[in-house]
């Protein structure tokens, strides 16, 4: 129980660290010649204080081991021998029960090499490595790194892009007067503490509703029953379940985890991939698939094999069988739970969210799932009060299933706003909303039927009730087409109001006067006097939309924001800049990141200036480049008008 308890002790340190993580080491490459033909590759790794990189050399079951390889597609070298490491350090480590092998502070690697062409070209290496602390662990599945024969060192650093490419990166970089002043507040603040709250509930929501599917409600007194009585006494009984809970909660923690990599990796990676056109299209698609899925045309499910191996594995007994009872858990309600998570993963990827908001709803989720199995086996005499299993289950489904059919239409949405294509504009995503709406409450009063549905003999309350909210639903989105209203109930769903079939004045939210190129906007500002607002959002960003239509929409912010030159730069615009535009940019870590589209080269600037790559985020500027206040994000209304009075008031100072 201990090794447990301290594994994950472990998980929840990575969860808390990596979200956040930057490169744990630098890598430096140079060549030594030994003779004529023979030379020695050396890399060096410079690692930041606490953090450890793991020797080559590793027994099985242990951390992951430093793996280095060259590649030589023309076979302009041999390698002679392996690759050579420094000394290491030795230490037993808990978490793996074992002693390991390590280096801390530096790494030193040497690779001999014999030249078979007098062609000296660049070598590629790829590391593949890990590096852990106390209490975290990042793996880096494969780095490059280049050797060149100069005899000066070459690092990351050093790897030069064109000047033309420095020019212009230089030209991103805003030069702020009074950085220290504001900025350094922004880094974690009780608004994004409770966002993760937020996030862990909507999560545990999302689990409730699981509980009241087909697939899982039915397995909560089974497997009560199984925990109360195939244990020789009630109290160990009670102890294996809470321990199954427990497993339950950490399985869909350990899912969320491959997501903080690709954060460790790059913080711009997963906004990167949530505004894709063609994975919002993919995600459109599968919403479908989930939607057909729960009206009951198919089932999803993963492959018996897997369920049967778990199911067999569970017979073990002991910590090891409970686990593999939670594992079979997981996968046999996969055909309900699968679409949930869906929209779970999707959502907590979306231009505003990112790996550690996924963990807390994964866990949420998890949390809620596990509570009945451990409440029951506690109360066992509280089964007795649970509903029989029934129609009203496949009834949780379908309407689920409308629902997949409303989200999907979300995704497609964003592809549409971000490529520009124009097809799914305000006025036919609402109508298309409407249609949902009005089939759902067709169906609840048993008008529309699917395939698992047994006959209604007598609508109940909430089959009236739901339905009846179905229809006003739907009715209020009628209301909102005919007069164009602001649909605040479709807040971050519905494409914004500019966005529209219908001619506006300006291409802005809620019609103000706004640039989408910073130059054009800050000239615009130096020749009127007046303050910057500038504006970093997104065309699939849900919270840009719940900010313009909740809280800027109010006539006291939109008053404010009319004194301001408002500069809204899409960070997800994927069109192309021209040619002479493009260019690339270096990072600090050396590493070099192609600048082709709008999107990337604003992204790039909120990087450069501000360190974050989220959004909404609002920065108030003088048109000399002066913060007028701490740059703002996601809140509510009142907070905000304080926000932009306080920009004012020192800017008219």
């Known amino acids: 129980m201990n090794k447990l308890l301290a594994t994950l002790t472990f998980l929840i340190g990575i969860v808390l660290q990596l979200s956040a993580q930057e490169s744990t080491l630098l890598w430096e490459t140079h060549i030594e010649q030994d003779n004529a033909s023979e030379y020695v590759l050396v890399l060096k790794a410079s690692l930041k204080e606490g953090w450890h990189l793991y020797s080559q050399h590793l027994p099985e079951g242990g951390p992951l081991a430093t793996e280095i390889s060259f590649e030589n597609p023309e076979g302009n070298f041999l390698l002679l021998g392996e690759t050579q490491q420094?000394?290491?350090?030795?230490?037993?480590?808990?978490?793996?029960?074992?002693?390991?092998?390590?280096?801390?502070?530096?790494?030193?690697?040497?690779?001999?090499?014999?030249?078979?062409?007098?062609?000296?070209?660049?070598?590629?290496?790829?590391?593949?490595?890990?590096?852990?602390?106390?209490?975290?662990?990042?793996?880096?599945?494969?780095?490059?790194?280049?050797?060149f024969f100069e005899n000066t060192p070459v690092t990351d650093q050093q790897k030069t892009v064109g000047a033309d490419s420095k020019a212009q990166t230089e030209a991103l970089n805003l030069k702020l007067k009074n950085s220290e002043e504001f900025l350094d507040s922004n880094s974690k603040t009780k608004k994004e503490d409770k966002d993760l709250t937020t996030l862990f509930l909507l999560g545990f929501f999302g689990g409730l509703i699981a509980l009241l599917t087909p697939?899982?409600?039915?397995?909560?007194?089974?497997?009560?029953?199984?925990?109360?009585?195939?244990t020789k006494n009630r109290r160990k009984g009670i102890s294996n379940a809470l321990l199954y809970g427990l497993f339950i909660t950490g399985i869909y923690l350990l899912l969320s985890l491959p997501f903080h990599f690709l954060d460790s990796l790059d913080p711009e990676i997963l906004n990167s991939i949530s505004t894709n056109v063609w994975l919002n299209v993919f995600f459109f698609v599968i919403f479908l698939f989930f939607a057909i899925s729960f009206f009951g045309y198919f089932d999803l499910t993963l492959p018996h094999s897997w369920s049967n191996k778990m199911d067999n594995a569970s017979n073990i007994g002991g910590i090891v069988g409970t686990f593999f009872m939670a594992?079979?858990?997981?996968?046999?309600?996969?055909?309900?739970?699968?679409?949930?998570?869906?929209?779970?993963?999707?959502?907590?990827?979306?231009?505003d969210g990112g790996a550690l908001q996924l963990t807390f709803g994964m866990v949420g989720f998890g949390t809620a799932l596990a509570l009945p199995f451990t409440l029951f086996a506690l109360f066992p005499n509280w089964l007795n009060t649970l509903p029989k299993s029934g129609g009203w289950l496949n009834t949780v489904k379908v309407v689920l299933g409308f629902l997949e059919i409303a989200l999907a239409l979300k995704f497609l949405s964003n592809a549409d706003m971000v490529a520009h294509w124009g097809v799914l504009k305000r006025e036919v995503f609402v109508g298309l909303w409407i249609l949902v709406f009005i089939g759902l409450a067709l169906y609840l009063i048993g008008k529309i039927k699917f395939p698992h549905d047994a006959p209604i003999q007598k609508l109940s309350g909430v089959r009236i009730a739901s339905g009846t909210a179905s229809f006003l639903f739907a009715a209020y989105l009628i209301s909102g087409l005919l007069f164009n209203t602001s649909l605040n109930a479709l807040s971050g769903f519905a494409p914004p109001k500019f966005y529209?079939?219908?001619?506006?004045?300006?291409?802005?939210?809620?019609?103000?006067?706004?640039?989408?190129?910073?130059?054009?906007?800050?000239?615009?500002?130096?020749?009127?006097?007046?303050?910057?607002?500038?504006?970093?959002?997104?065309?699939?960003?849900?919270?840009?939309?719940?900010?313009?239509?909740?809280?800027?929409?109010?006539?006291?912010?939109?008053k404010e924001l009319e004194k301001f030159v408002l500069i809204s730069l899409y960070v997800d615009d994927r069109k192309e800049l021209p040619k002479e535009l493009q260019f690339d940019y270096q990072k600090a870590n050396g590493k070099i990141k192609k600048i082709r589209t709008v999107g990337s080269k604003w992204a790039t600037l909120q990087a450069i200036n501000f360190a974050t790559a989220s959004q909404p985020f609002y920065v108030q500027l003088s048109p000399d480049m002066e913060l007028l206040n701490h740059p703002e994000k996601y809140t509510d209304k009142r907070s905000y008008l304080k926000w932009l009075q306080e920009g004012l008031e020192r800017f008219e100072k």
């Open 86 to 147: 420094g000394k290491t350090q030795h230490s037993y480590e808990e978490i793996f029960d074992m002693e390991t092998a390590y280096f801390e502070k530096e790494a030193i690697f040497r690779q001999r090499i014999s030249l078979t062409s007098d062609t000296k070209t660049p070598i590629k290496a790829i590391a593949a490595y890990q590096t852990c602390n106390d209490v975290a662990c990042t793996f880096e599945p494969g780095e490059e790194l280049m050797f």
């Open 215 to 230: 697939c899982v409600f039915p397995m909560i007194p089974l497997t009560v029953s199984f925990f109360t009585k195939q």
């Open 327 to 351: 594992l079979t858990l997981a996968i046999v309600s996969f055909s309900c739970t699968g679409p949930i998570l869906g929209s779970l993963l999707v959502g907590a990827l979306s231009s």
């Open 500 to 558: 529209s079939l219908q001619k506006t004045k300006t291409a802005c939210p809620l019609e103000l006067n706004c640039f989408k190129d910073f130059e054009e906007g800050r000239a615009h500002a130096k020749s009127v006097q007046k303050p910057i607002l500038l504006d970093f959002t997104g065309w699939a960003c849900v919270n840009c939309r719940k900010m313009e239509e909740n809280v800027w929409s109010t006539p006291e912010v939109y």
